[in-house]
Structures are given as C-alpha cells and as structure tokens.
C-alpha cells in the first residue's frame, strides 16, 4: 500500500484491541488517524486504568499452533500482516504452555507506547457518546461490548436494529463432520420446504423415553456460570431461555419446547420418537450447525459431557460452546457490506466484538483488516478483502456474509468458517471422515500461501 500526502483524517472510536490494531495499520500505510478513547474521562465497569488494548478479562490469546489451530492460525497470518497486538503479545509473552498468555501490564503498555510515539497518531481523550460529526467522513467504531450507552442508542436508531444490547444467548456450534449419521437423518418438521429449503432441512437426534430422562437428570446437576456483577441487572428474553432453566420449569417442558419430537419420523424405526433435538446449518458452506433452542449457562466443560448424551453426538466436536453473557453486538451479516461499512451510513465501518466475533484476537484481526480498508480509501488504492481460504477472510466472511442474519450470533474463528478442502458439503451423503490433524494442517498451508499473495497486492 503506498502513500501520499494527505489532507484528511481517520477516526477511530476505542482504544481497545481492534482499535488499537486498526490505527496502526492505517498509521504504517502513511494515513493520519485520530484515536478517540473515553477512558479516563469516562471509565466503564470493567477496565481499571486508561491504557489502550487493556485486557480486561483473561491473559490467555489462546493455542499458538498455527497447523493445527484455528486461532493460532490466524496468529501467524496477523503477524505476517504487521499486526501491533501480535508483537505486543510477543514482546511480552508468559509460559503457558502451547498457548501465547501475556504480561497484561507490559503488553497494554507496549501497545500505548506505540501508538502515542507514532507520528501519525494522534490519541484523543472524551467519549464519542453519538453518531461522528458529519465531516467525518471516514469513521472506524470499535467500543466492543462495553459501547456507550449514547452511541449504542444512535447506531439502533439509524440502523433500525434493536439487537445492540442484550443477553447474548449463545446456542453450541458442533461441526457437521463430526455427527453420526448413523443415528441422525435430515428431515424438516412434517417435510415442510419453506424460504429456500428441501424439506431436509434440519439434523434430527433422536431420543427414546430413558436417553431422554437421562438427559434431563444431567442437565438439571451440571454446574452453571455465574453472572458478572454488571450482566446481573439485564434480564432473560424469555423467547430465549437457557435450556436448562426451560428444564427447571417441568421434567416435559423441553420436549414441549425445542425437543418436541412432532413432525418427525425416525427413519430406522418408521416412527416418532419421544424427544428430539434439532440441529439447523449455520453458515453458507454448510460445515457448521447450531443445536436449535440450547442456549446455556452450563459450565463449557459440563456442555460437552452433557450434549454427548444426545444420541448422534456422542462424539460430536464443538466450534462454540453456549453461553449467555451481556454484550453489545450488531448482526452484521444483516447491517455491514464486505468492507465492514454501515450500509445505512458506509462512511463508517466497524470493526471489533461489536461486530460478532469472540476473543481477543479475532476481534484485533477485524481491527487488522477495517484499518487497512480504510486507509486504502483514504489514500485511493485499491485494498481487496483478504480471500475466504486465509483466517482473516474467513472470519470476515462469516461476519459479513457467510452467517444467517436471522440467527447470527457472535463467534470465535474456527476450521468450520473455512471453504472446506474438497469442495461444497453434501448434505445428502454421510460426511467423509478424515484425519483432522492432516485436514487442519492442509487448510492453514492453503491459507498461508493465499495470505502471501494477498500482502503482495
């Protein structure tokens, strides 16, 4: 990317990880950016200081093996990109085994010393607690979960989108690979087609009268996770329970609910089962389904022993596990195009966890990829998505196009989000199982090397 002399500016709103990562980019491509970070002049409930890229919850960035790990993967590809919090994290790196955990204190001082020495950020303290001003016309919002009130309530009201805000009822993600077909079948609820649908529509797990009374008994004793003291106030929309508090409510409430086994017909019986749990396909490529109506707060370790009792996924992996937590996300796939832009206002991207991605990380690689985007326009040359095989294009991807609007949900990067190796999924055939090790270590040396080219553009 090269630059030129430049009249304008880009702002960038918070100072966390994906601002901090979108102002270096656009610094590094010659573009002046302006960082606007209310702390300290507005604290929040969980940040303690006024430093950028501040971690407020664990130290942990999670697996480093790039071979074999979605997130470690997509490390590489952010340092090969000239990512800031990448070689904050390096710099500053504690053992934690095959995991890169950082000194919080040195790696948010890193990335605050950077910025502010660089000459072509400038760090502005106040909060931005409305829509930017009109002449700002090249705008990056990344405030995460912790988002201004005010401006939380401009953005829902330009966009017409009341989902800024809420408990996010997250449902477990299990890889489509990964379900015994032997036990599952496809079929829709009395073969309805509907919008684009066969009539096969959704994975079906069935369960007689004691898979089911097991089921429930587990469910009812696993340990749940507790509310942060600033989730407690933000109460349950009751069209999306937790599955276990469904429970709690009569032994039969789910298989009234979201297990009602009505409309389906087991195809190795001929007949209808007493419960049954669905699963719904949660992106375009088809290698991810959701376990409809499981919103949880069961602990991630309880999850997995728990929905292992469901027949069909004994051996089931997980891309995400359930949860339930306070968080201010859009839904993406329906508001932004594939520049992360606001397609109500496109002078403003977004960029971060307000965008639906989970973790640290994958939310300093949106960062990562809206800066470069936006530094291209400001300069005028031209700046393409990364492509959808790289860690980066496939979060993005997910984020902007490859989810369903109407259940999008946030997401940590994962295999499951990449163009599998061998073309589209059969939904009509039993999934080829291959050995996952070799499968991952392909996908990410097919990323790496479109990556490369990528840079080179």
Known sequence: MTSQKLQDEIHVIGGGLAGSEAAWQIAQAGAPVIVHEMRPVQGTKAHQTDRLAELVCSNSFRSDDWQGNAVGLLHEEMRRSGSLILAAADAHKVPAGGALAVDRDGFADHVTKA???????????????????????????????????????????????????????????????????????????????????????YINCPMDEAQYTAFFDAMLAADTAEFQDWERDT?????????????????????????????????????????????????????????????????????????????????????????????????????????????????????????????????????????????????GTTQPVPPPTTALGALLAHITDGAHAETFQPMNVNFGLFPPLDGPVKKEKKPKRLRTRERRTAIAERALADLGTWLEI
């Open 115 to 201: 910025l502010g020495d660089h000459p072509n950020v400038t760090i502005e303290r106040g909060e931005i607690a409305e829509l930017p001003p009109a002449d700002w016309d090249n705008v990056i919002v990344a405030t995460g979960p912790l988002t201004s009130p005010g401006l939380t309530a401009a953005v829902s009201a330009l966009t017409g989108d009341d989902g800024l805000a809420f408990f996010d009822a997250i449902a477990p993600i299990v890889y489509f690979d990964s379900i015994d077909f032997d036990i599952a079948w496809f079929q829709s609820r009395y073969d309805k087609e509907g919008p684009g649908g066969t009539g096969k529509d």
């Open 235 to 379: 109460p349950y929309f009751e069209g999306c329970l937790p599955i276990e508090v469904m429970a709690a409510r009569g032994r039969d409430t789910p298989r009234f609910g979201p297990m009602k086994p009505v409309g389906l017909t087991d195809p190795r019986t001929d007949s209808r089962a007493y419960a049954v749990v669905q699963l719904r396909q949660d992106n375009a490529l088809g290698t991810l389904y959701n376990i409809v109506g499981f919103q949880t707060k069961l602990r991630h370790g309880a999850q997995k022993e728990v929905f292992r009792l469901i027949p069909g996924l004994e051996k089931a992996e997980f891309a995400r596990l359930g949860g339930i937590h306070r968080n201010t996300f859009m839904n993406s796939p329906l508001l932004l195009d594939q520049q992360l832009r606001l397609r109500a206002d496109p002078r403003m991207r977004f960029a971060g966890q307000i965008t639906g991605v989970e973790g640290y990380v994958e939310s300093a690689a949106i960062g990562l990829i809206a800066g470069r985007l936006a530094a291209a326009d400001l300069i």
